[in-house]
């Protein structure tokens, strides 16, 4: 018997709006409801991956162009997909990822100023344009996400040392994308605490799949 292929959700939004925490706590609420989870992030999600973000989150911001640093993500893309995502959905898991192909869209796109049309012809290159099911924007004000990525104090803050004017940009450019695949994407308030974030998640995927 052919198992039924599993759900592929993404986790969207600019530095500090908590996106890994809220994809562990998904996968635990999943995963009480009998659903088998695999959490993964991008850049990276597997070995080949991994290697090429050590390339994009270390170092000063100018160390890339747009063009170049869209290149590295879309190759790390295609090796995550092709080793982890899909194997994992053809399995019947379901998919948690923190970051996706939304995010060139944003960084490179509207916050590097990358062509779209640009960006989207890489992405049918290098992924078929492949696209989650269900895609969760985190919203928080640039400052505010700034703040709590300070606090983190992660080695890997190339994207955080862009300036306020570059994180302002991808906010807009994330609630666009939610605009523009209204269908996909649903638009989640993080400036509430984390244990009211993590229900209005719940209640979306919840909605979306029929889930009990």
């Given at each position: ?192 605490d984390e244990e009211t974030v993590a229900r209005a998640i719940l209640d979306a995927v919840k909605a979306r799949f029929g889930l009990s």
């Amino acid at each position: 018997m052919t198992k039924k292929r599993g759900r592929f959700i993404t986790f969207e939004g600019g530095e500090g709006a908590g996106k890994s925490t809220q994809a562990r706590r998904l996968a635990a609420g999943l995963q009480k409801r009998g659903i088998s989870c695999v959490t993964t992030r991008e850049p990276g999600g597997s070995p080949g991956a991994e290697e090429i973000r050590n390339l994009l989150v270390h170092g000063e911001p100018g160390r890339w162009d747009a063009l170049t640093e869209a290149l590295l993500l879309y190759a790390a893309r295609a090796d995550h997909v092709t080793r982890t995502i899909k194997p994992a959905l053809a399995q019947g898991q379901w998919v948690l990822c923190d970051r996706f192909s939304d995010s060139s869209y944003a960084y490179q796109g509207a916050g590097r100023g990358l062509d779209r049309e640009t960006v989207r012809r890489i992405e049918s290159v290098a992924i078929d344009d492949f696209k989650p099911d269900l895609t969760l924007i985190l919203d928080l004000s640039a400052e505010v996400g700034l703040k709590r990525a300070d606090v983190r104090a992660s080695a890997e803050s190339r994207f955080e040392k862009f300036d306020i004017e570059f994180h302002e940009r991808l906010r807009q450019a994330f609630l666009d994308i939610a605009k523009r695949a209204p269908d996909r994407c649903r638009v989640i308030d993080a400036g509430t605490d984390e244990e009211t974030v993590a229900r209005a998640i719940l209640d979306a995927v919840k909605a979306r799949f029929g889930l009990s």
